[in-house]
């Protein structure tokens, strides 16, 4: 039990985007992209959100950051409802709330320089003008790893990993104490992915940053996560400590997920877990768990019980009725 409060709460965090058919556009269904997701994420800690594509990662973080309103549930910042701020209150929480996004080439404004982008940032929210607004856009971007002369610098004159680079400058640039790093790395060459994972490191202590870090990519969040929380069709289905969790995955899922990436030891002997069919649309979710049509495990509980995310008496969460039978 961890007795420091929360940087951020999520409470039961829903979006349901309707589905809507006919000349009168009615709405005849919803797809649950977000279903019921619950989680803490601690001060100074990484929370890695992982899952395949279109599980519900990315919709959680953009409405954690109300860049997209949340149908249901909460998101407390420093014990603040995110969704109760006023319009003027939700711009200064923007200010300590940031989010890097996945592809660097679509962030920037290709029409401005790196250096005008940030000043402008600065300025919109009141922080710097003029000189120091120019002073505070340079420091970010030699604390970035980049140089004084690069604020003249337009997007198109960088390359992929110095971009995300400057992404990164523009978000700490208001001096956040939060950031949602969308899958920061996955536009990226991989030759470059490990410097944008080392800067990131290195920020998190020099400004005492809280992440959380959306990745599809298991062996980095293996590199940067403290928790690792899991997700299948829009739920979660296991949140656990990173070292648990890579030693004994307790979800089916997670147990094929994790079977995937590659070991650096050759005397380790994994047996890669293929699992059938496709993902269920989130529109159509199936009965019961979620993830029953494709499980190994498929007991006939599962088809109609929903598993609930439970602790374990180790503190480990999953939802699973193998780890937790229905009494
Ligand atoms: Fe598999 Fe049943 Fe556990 Fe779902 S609840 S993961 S179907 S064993």
Redesign the pocket.
Same mark, same amino acid.
């Given at each position: 039990m961890n007795a420091t409060l929360p940087v951020l709460s999520v409470r039961n965090l829903k979006k349901h985007f309707p589905i809507r058919t006919g000349v009168f556009s009615r709405v005849t269904g919803h797809v649950k992209a977000v279903d019921g997701v619950s989680f803490e994420i601690f001060p100074g800690e990484t929370f890695a959100l992982v899952g395949e594509s279109g599980c519900g990662k990315s919709t959680t973080g953009r409405i954690i950051l109300r860049l997209q309103n949340a149908t249901d549930g909460s998101v407390h910042f420093n014990q603040e409802d995110v969704y109760a701020a006023s319009f003027q209150r939700l711009r200064l929480l923007r200010k300590e709330m940031q989010i890097v996004f996945q592809d660097p080439y679509s962030a920037l404004n290709p029409r401005l320089t790196v250096g005008s982008a940030i000043r402008e940032i600065l300025q919109v929210h009141g922080l710097a003008s003029g000189a120091e607004a120019r002073e505070r856009a340079e420091d970010v971007l030699i604390r970035c790893g980049l140089e004084r002369y690069h604020a003249d610098r337009y997007p198109h004159e960088f390359s992929g990993g110095q971009r995300q680079r400057v992404v990164i400058a523009r978000a700490l640039a208001l001096d956040p104490r939060f950031i949602v790093a969308d899958e920061p790395i996955s536009a990226l060459d991989v030759s470059i992915q490990s410097q944008i994972i080392n800067l990131l490191e290195d920020l998190q202590d020099s400004f005492d940053l809280t992440y959380l870090f959306i990745s599809h990519d298991l062996s980095v969040v293996r590199h940067v996560a403290d928790r690792v929380g899991v997700m299948y069709l829009g739920k979660l !289905?296991e949140v656990g400590d990173k070292a648990e969790f890579y030693r004994e995955p307790l /979800? &089916?899922?997670s147990q094929s997920l994790l079977s995937a990436i590659p070991v650096s030891d050759p005397a380790i002997k994994k047996k890669r877990i293929i699992l059938k069919g496709d993902v269920p649309s989130p529109a159509n979710p199936p009965a019961? =768990?979620p993830? /029953?049509t494709r =499980?190994p /495990? !498929?007991?006939e509980? #599962?088809r109609t019980v929903v &598993?609930e995310l439970k602790a374990t008496a180790e503190g480990r969460h999953v939802? #699973? /009725?193998? !780890?937790h039978p229905p009494a």
């Open positions: !289905v /979800h &089916p899922y019961g =768990c993830f /029953h =499980c /495990h !498929v007991m509980v #599962c &598993p939802a #699973c /009725h193998l !780890v």
